[in-house]
């Protein structure tokens, strides 16, 4: 049966991987590709050739990767296409990381995806530049879908070992994430889930060989994320937990290091190797290994420990709820209730039987969710840093299945009826997914209505991507766009989108930003929670602009493309009208000017003095009020170059200074400049200019 178990745990893996693989090129990037897959390069051109540059290869020239496509299917012949990869950047190469990389993760699993790049791109030219970088991520989880129905499968049947690589295979955050968090998180859970089965193998086993492959797995997840410092909370407790029944009869001390003193020895020896493996693949750490760790531990604890924890999911005692709520919101009905039957079962066997091993799934389960639940710490951007938990929940989905089944087992019809029901489930569960491929990561189940609940709901971060919806944006752009047309983010960076997917003739810079000018300019940009008020410009597309392409779940757009020109502009937003019906003040480096009503501004030009009278401006921003009281700061600091509309210009400028508004709903307004007797209040005219109609 074990025997069989390791080829089934095989055929699961390879099924995955295949599939994962065939959808591959339907994924965007993630948004960290691009602080990660150029220092993987780097770092692994300097273990290959010892150079610090890549003076040694030709230089990249751009070419078109036509985005739908696996292969390498471009503008130019294959045999033209150049080994060296798009992000082997002259601008990023290894003399730089070696002095300023300790302000993030380490950078291991960035090298082996730069490894699957030169083998499956450089060498084999089976696979595109981008995509071979994520089939690391893809092959990681297809193991782990293998090793969980396996681990499952010996221990509580063939049912639930297929019930807990379902659950797994199919949890939409682990599914989506696998084609393209090849970076950190996929990898970071991979590792982290090898490393608990290579050590409970192990001790229960009493293999010494096993430890050590624990410690292997364990260098990779240190080399890859630090979550791995967590891991000890889990496999302390239950060594113990085993250690206390295994011996509870008549402990011998002798008997008990005769056991163990070997396994004790090479656990040291293997957190030693993992250490080792995190020094020997970040070389930014050879020259200052103390300062520099704790400079990376620094990182770690700013983005674990911040006083910007959404008041909202406070619970008794300060504990933050934000994780527990995504996970019972965005797992799937089926996953989450066989899991909770499971952890019920585990709980009464440990209680009852002292059954260890459900003591080490529980424990798995609950510490990754336990640290960013503990008062004081928190979490953003969803549950993908906390990745750990999902194959824990997947395995005791697959125990609670075990626990029902075995109850009503000796009764035909109910267990029949009971399997159907868990088959069905899990039928309806991959249905939902292909309905929102490959927007997976951005699921919501019926519980809080779906990603349209939740966006009524405000649950923060609801409908982020995190880049992966660019792609089906921009296969979309060229084909239809036409020759020569200009785009622009709405918000990110340009490397969110690699240039090798565009077109040749599609020019993409967000100095195309327009605004009110409508210069006729294509912008793409992520719909999710907290954008809509990132900027003038953010406010401008979603209220002035009809978009011409969107991304759906849910009937809720989660990427939108608009062309900035007149035809676009929604009606009420096309009569604009200059108006002199205003008053004005100036006190203490605060102007204010009162509309004697409620007006829609589209925007202020105004001209001030500028001469030796008066000091220059240093800072200065935008209130707006309906009554007087109650004001709120726009986005934007000014003087700046103003990213949101840089067709503008830096604003203030020679003397003039235009703020364009979208059409907020205002009757008094203050521009609040420093220093206080500084140019800008010395205002000489000004035109204010309104939307009529609204």
Same mark, same amino acid.
């Given at each position: 049966?074990?025997?069989?178990?390791?080829?089934?745990?095989?055929?699961?893996?390879?099924?995955?991987?295949?599939?994962?693989?065939?959808?591959?090129?339907?994924?965007?990037?993630?948004?960290?590709?691009?602080?990660?897959?150029?220092?993987?390069?780097?770092?692994?051109?300097?273990?290959?050739?010892?150079?610090?540059?890549?003076?040694?290869?030709?230089?990249?020239?751009?070419?078109?990767?036509?985005?739908?496509?696996?292969?390498?299917?471009?503008?130019?012949?294959?045999?033209?296409?150049?080994?060296?990869?798009?992000?082997?950047?002259?601008?990023?190469?290894?003399?730089?990381?070696?002095?300023?990389?300790?302000?993030?993760?380490?950078?291991?699993?960035?090298?082996?995806?730069?490894?699957?790049?030169?083998?499956?791109?450089?060498?084999?030219?089976?696979?595109?530049?981008?995509?071979?970088?994520?089939?690391?991520?893809?092959?990681?989880?297809?193991?782990?879908?293998?090793?969980?129905?396996?681990?499952?499968?010996?221990?509580?049947?063939?049912?639930?070992?297929?019930?807990?690589?379902?659950?797994?295979?199919?949890?939409?955050?682990?599914?989506?994430?696998?084609?393209?968090?090849?970076?950190?998180?996929?990898?970071?859970?991979?590792?982290?889930?090898?490393?608990?089965?290579?050590?409970?193998?192990?001790?229960?086993?009493?293999?010494?060989?096993?430890?050590?492959?624990?410690?292997?797995?364990?260098?990779?997840?240190?080399?890859?994320?630090?979550?791995?410092?967590?891991?000890?909370?889990?496999?302390?407790?239950?060594?113990?937990?085993?250690?206390?029944?295994?011996?509870?009869?008549?402990?011998?001390?002798?008997?008990?290091?005769?056991?163990?003193?070997?396994?004790?020895?090479?656990?040291?020896?293997?957190?030693?190797?993992?250490?080792?493996?995190?020094?020997?693949?970040?070389?930014?750490?050879?020259?200052?290994?103390?300062?520099?760790?704790?400079?990376?531990?620094?990182?770690?604890?700013?983005?674990?420990?911040?006083?910007?924890?959404?008041?909202?999911?406070?619970?008794?005692?300060?504990?933050?709820?934000?994780?527990?709520?995504?996970?019972?919101?965005?797992?799937?009905?089926?996953?989450?209730?066989?899991?909770?039957?499971?952890?019920?079962?585990?709980?009464?066997?440990?209680?009852?039987?002292?059954?260890?091993?459900?003591?080490?799934?529980?424990?798995?389960?609950?510490?990754?969710?336990?640290?960013?639940?503990?008062?004081?710490?928190?979490?953003?951007?969803?549950?993908?840093?906390?990745?750990?938990?999902?194959?824990?929940?997947?395995?005791?989905?697959?125990?609670?299945?075990?626990?029902?089944?075995?109850?009503?087992?000796?009764?035909?019809?109910?267990?029949?009826?009971?399997?159907?029901?868990?088959?069905?489930?899990?039928?309806?569960?991959?249905?939902?997914?292909?309905?929102?491929?490959?927007?997976?990561?951005?699921?919501?189940?019926?519980?809080?209505?779906?990603?349209?609940?939740?966006?009524?709901?405000?649950?923060?971060?609801?409908?982020?991507?995190? &880049?992966?919806? %660019?792609?089906?944006?921009?296969?979309?752009?060229? !084909?239809?766009?036409?020759?020569?047309? +200009? @785009? =622009?983010? /709405?918000?990110?960076?340009?490397?969110?989108?690699?240039?090798?997917?565009?077109?040749?003739?599609?020019?993409?810079?967000?100095?195309?930003?327009?605004?009110?000018?409508?210069?006729?300019?294509?912008?793409?940009?992520?719909?999710?929670?907290?954008?809509?008020?990132?900027?003038?410009?953010?406010?401008?597309?979603?209220?002035?602009?009809?978009?011409?392409?969107?991304?759906?779940?849910?009937?809720?757009?989660?990427?939108?493309?608009?062309?900035?020109?007149?035809?676009?502009?929604?009606?009420?937003?096309?009569?604009?009208?200059?108006?002199?019906?205003?008053?004005?003040?100036?006190?203490?480096?605060?102007?204010?000017?009162?509309?004697? &009503?409620?007006? %829609?501004?589209?925007?202020?030009?105004?001209?001030? !003095?500028?001469?030796?009278?008066?000091? +220059? @401006? =240093?800072? /200065?921003?935008?209130?707006?009020?309906?009554?007087?009281?109650?004001?709120?700061?726009?986005?934007?600091?000014?003087?700046?170059?103003?990213?949101?509309?840089?067709?503008?210009?830096?604003?203030?400028?020679?003397?003039?200074?235009?703020?364009?508004?979208?059409?907020?709903?205002?009757?008094?307004?203050?521009?609040?400049?420093?220093?206080?007797?500084?140019?800008?209040?010395?205002?000489?005219?000004?035109?204010?200019?309104?939307?009529?109609?609204?």
């Amino acid at each position: 049966m074990r025997i069989n178990n390791i080829w089934i745990g095989l055929g699961v893996s390879i099924a995955f991987f295949i599939v994962g693989l065939i959808t591959l090129p339907r994924y965007g990037i993630n948004w960290d590709t691009i602080n990660h897959l150029p220092r993987g390069q780097a770092y692994l051109h300097f273990f290959l050739t010892g150079k610090k540059d890549y003076s040694d290869l030709p230089k990249f020239n751009l070419y078109w990767q036509k985005p739908e496509s696996l292969g390498i299917n471009t503008n130019i012949p294959k045999n033209q296409v150049l080994a060296r990869s798009y992000y082997q950047s002259d601008a990023a190469d290894f003399k730089g990381f070696i002095e300023s990389d300790g302000g993030g993760h380490p950078p291991l699993s960035d090298i082996l995806s730069s490894v699957f790049n030169r083998v499956l791109f450089g060498k084999l030219r089976v696979i595109n530049d981008i995509d071979s970088y994520r089939v690391y991520s893809i092959f990681l989880a297809s193991s782990l879908v293998g090793l969980i129905f396996y681990w499952v499968g010996s221990n509580f049947g063939l049912v639930a070992g297929i019930v807990s690589s379902l659950s797994l295979a199919l949890y939409p955050l682990f599914w989506s994430e696998s084609h393209f968090n090849n970076e950190k998180d996929i990898p970071e859970t991979v590792f982290w889930s090898f490393m608990i089965f290579c050590f409970w193998k192990g001790f229960t086993a009493k293999k010494s060989w096993w430890i050590l492959l624990s410690g292997l797995f364990f260098g990779l997840a240190l080399g890859t994320k630090f979550n791995i410092l967590f891991i000890p909370l889990v496999l302390a407790p239950w060594l113990l937990f085993y250690w206390w029944v295994h011996y509870s009869k008549g402990f011998k001390l002798s008997l008990f290091l005769k056991d163990n003193i070997k396994l004790i020895v090479t656990a040291f020896i293997a957190i030693l190797l993992g250490i080792i493996i995190l020094m020997g693949s970040w070389p930014y750490l050879w020259p200052d290994p103390i300062t520099r760790l704790i400079s990376v531990l620094g990182f770690y604890k700013g983005i674990g420990f911040t006083q910007n924890i959404n008041q909202n999911f406070l619970g008794p005692l300060g504990i933050n709820t934000y994780a527990l709520q995504w996970i019972i919101f965005t797992s799937p009905p089926v996953t989450l209730f066989l899991s909770v039957a499971g952890i019920i079962y585990s709980v009464i066997k440990i209680i009852r039987k002292k059954n260890n091993i459900l003591l080490l799934f529980l424990l798995w389960l609950a510490v990754p969710i336990a640290r960013v639940t503990w008062p004081g710490t928190t979490i953003y951007g969803g549950i993908r840093q906390i990745m750990e938990y999902i194959p824990a929940m997947a395995i005791l989905a697959g125990i609670g299945a075990f626990w029902i089944l075995n109850a009503v087992k000796k009764k035909k019809f109910i267990y029949f009826f009971f399997v159907s029901v868990i088959a069905i489930s899990y039928s309806l569960s991959a249905i939902r997914l292909y309905k929102i491929h490959p927007n997976e990561n951005v699921y919501f189940n019926f519980l809080i209505g779906g990603l349209k609940g939740a966006k009524e709901k405000d649950i923060p971060f609801w409908g982020n991507s995190f &880049g992966a919806a %660019y792609r089906q944006g921009v296969v979309w752009m060229n !084909k239809n766009l036409p020759y020569g047309a +200009k @785009i =622009s983010y /709405a918000r990110e960076l340009l490397p969110n989108i690699p240039m090798l997917w565009l077109r040749p003739d599609l020019a993409l810079h967000n100095s195309f930003r327009s605004g009110y000018l409508k210069n006729g300019e294509y912008v793409i940009a992520l719909v999710y929670q907290g954008v809509e008020k990132t900027s003038y410009f953010d406010e401008y597309l979603d209220r002035f602009l009809e978009p011409i392409y969107e991304v759906k779940v849910d009937d809720v757009p989660i990427l939108k493309i608009w062309k900035n020109d007149t035809e676009h502009t929604k009606k009420e937003y096309l009569n604009e009208k200059e108006t002199d019906n205003f008053t004005m003040s100036t006190k203490e480096g605060t102007t204010t000017f009162n509309f004697g &009503g409620i007006v %829609y501004l589209s925007r202020l030009e105004i001209s001030y !003095k500028e001469d030796f009278s008066c000091n +220059k @401006i =240093s800072s /200065a921003y935008v209130q707006i009020s309906e009554n007087g009281d109650k004001w709120e700061r726009l986005p934007g600091t000014m003087p700046n170059e103003d990213w949101s509309t840089p067709q503008i210009g830096i604003q203030p400028q020679n003397g003039k200074l235009i703020i364009p508004f979208a059409a907020e709903r205002l009757r008094y307004l203050r521009i609040i400049s420093f220093p206080a007797d500084s140019c800008l209040t010395k205002v000489k005219n000004m035109k204010v200019y309104y939307f009529d109609k609204i």
